[in-house]
């Protein structure tokens, strides 16, 4: 039996692209996540045309537990549209994008969702270190970020990706935007309400091997 849309307090959206080896790591620390959060949460996981064996998992998973959703697209459309494909489904009050890689740590969102009680509209998790990163991959991102400043009046901001939490208002505003090549964190941050970004330590994409043996 499906959550009725009425009660969702929380979506949670996953982008999955070949992300087999993590998913039983992923999955079972959006469990737990899911029991202590303070109101109903769905979790919306878009299949952007993975070749592996993932999506075996998540059909079984959506069949057994009606808190998960899942979308399959037809093929590999890109982080972006998958985004989108799950902001489009999202019922929640509050709406949560977060990799499926766990470098955007599930229990991170119990933060977010402070800072949206507070009264923000948008919460955005910025990166207070950048663990496992080489000092190349940091300095590119660093260069990215000036450069995007230097070519739009819009402030968007550093070391953020698109782990964050909007709520109901700003997803219906940015639903509104007609934008056929989307780049979302860059639309959320033209829109403008409140927001806020505190600085949290994400974490470098867990090794493949360690996560197979954790299972």
């Given amino acids: 039996m499906a959550i009725d849309s009425r009660t969702v307090s929380y979506s949670i ?6 992300e087999e080896a993590v998913l039983p790591v992923l999955l079972r620390r959006l469990d737990l996540l899911l029991t202590r959060l303070n109101g109903p ?3 919306i996981i878009v ?7 993932g999506s075996i998992v998540l059909e079984a998973l959506v069949k057994r537990d009606p808190r998960y959703r899942l979308i399959g697209l ?14 489009d489904a999202a019922q929640g009050h509050a709406i949560v994008v977060m ?5 955007d740590p599930p229990e991170v969102v119990e933060q977010l969702i402070a800072k949206w009680e507070e009264g923000y509209e948008v919460v955005y998790a910025r990166r207070l270190s950048r663990a496992g990163e080489s000092r190349f991959k940091r300095s590119t991102a660093h260069l ?12 968007i901001p550093a070391d953020v990706g698109d782990f964050r939490l909007i709520d109901r208002k700003v997803l219906d505003a940015l639903r509104q935007m007609p934008e056929r090549d989307r780049f979302v964190r860059g639309m959320i941050a033209w ?7 505190p600085s949290i330590a994400l974490s470098a994409r867990p090794a493949k091997q360690n996560i197979l043996c954790s299972r």
Avoid: C, K, W
């Fill in 13 to 18: 959206i996953v982008p999955v692209f070949n």
């Fill in 41 to 43: 949460a769905e979790v």
């Fill in 47 to 53: 299949d952007d045309g993975s070749s592996d064996s």
């Fill in 74 to 87: 037809s093929r590999n459309f890109g982080h972006q549209v998958a985004i989108t494909a799950g902001m």
């Fill in 99 to 103: 990799d499926a890689d766990l470098q």
């Fill in 144 to 155: 990215f970020y000036r450069i995007l400043g230097r070519m739009t009046s819009v402030r």
């Fill in 191 to 197: 829109l403008g309400f409140r927001q806020t970004s």
